[in-house]
């Protein structure tokens, strides 16, 4: 089977969406040695990485046999979506697209499987308003908004199957389009291998810090984890400071502000964007992970926690519950104070860190990508057949 995969974000900062497509993809890729897979990238987007980066996970891609890395070259990605993608697909013979990023090709005839993350950017598309003296910046939203708009009303639609990563974001989806009931299967992430690869979780006297991860969106939440980690006694604070990592430099000035406001720059450091290694050393020494979302598809760090036996302060946002089962302390997104006394407890208690510790490493093993290959693979297999019939 000759199988097209957009791989677009593997050349884009690895967080998130991407590390998902770099994981699915050579997981995939590894499982079916039978099978082509053509990754589709563009090498010319604005939001790349720079090419010395990126091509360190290239190299790892071309090393495997089954696996055909074709740059398709694009200033705008609506042209490259419905235009040059179907070109390449039909050139390449291929049997099934796969476009894992909340992204559906509208113009191909072949089978179509793509996966949606979350129902988040539907939910709040919003016209643009109206602004005379931003007339070309306005013309181009409305044109983004359609796009968008067409994406859900008609892209879904024309999908043989959709692809969704929790319990949550398919219930999501289908209560705003009840006609993908029938076509929709949730699959969890796996962890990343540098997370699935370690060895048991440090001892509480080993760990060092409160972590956070420094996503900026009004959905992640970081000012209210802020505000609750500020609210602690002095002594926890100084015993573990927070470490936030992970910050888009545009938005470092907006984190400088707020823990400036909250007089805590002697117990807090701000971090950019690290690579994976040192990601992975942050959590593992980390006494709690702060991570109290408004909403999210899935929830990345959740899992990472887990892997390292990281107890974690949730929000209640559905899809967190549904992962933690359990093992994890939260409380509502905008309870400052109940993310503060949820974080108190884990910090003050022994016994309970090490129950909680123990409760989350055990978890872990639940989030594998063997078993989500194996569940997406059942998925392209009877799609295909279907449609060969």
Known sequence: MNIAIDGRTICQKQR???????????????????????????????????????????????????????????????????????????????????????????????????TMHDAMEWKGLQFPKFALSKMRGWVYSVRKYLYVYLQYTVGLKRLKHIVTISGYSQADIVASFPATRDKISYVYHGLPEMFANLSEPLPLAARKHVLMLGGESSHKNPHNMILAYASLPLALREQYPLVIVGINPVHLDRFTRWITEQAITDTCQLMTWVDEEALVDYFVHATALLFASVEEGFGFPLIQAMATGTPTVLSNAAVLLELSQGACEHAAHNDVAGLAAALQTLLSEPGYWIQKSAQMYQHSHAFTWDSSITKLSSIYAHKVLCHAE
């Open 16 to 114: 998130g969406m991407p590390i998902y497509c770099d994981n699915l993809i050579w997981f995939l890729a590894l499982s079916r040695p039978a099978d082509q897979f053509y990754i589709l990238i563009n090498s010319v987007f604005e939001h790349n990485e720079p090419k010395n980066d990126y091509d360190r996970r290239l190299s790892r891609f071309r090393a495997l046999a089954n696996i055909h890395i074709v740059d398709i070259p694009s200033d705008g990605f609506m042209l490259w979506e419905q235009w040059l993608l179907p070109r390449a697909v039909k050139r390449l013979g291929i049997d099934l697209l796969h476009m894992p990023a909340n992204r559906i090709c509208l113009t191909t005839r072949v089978p179509q499987i793509a």
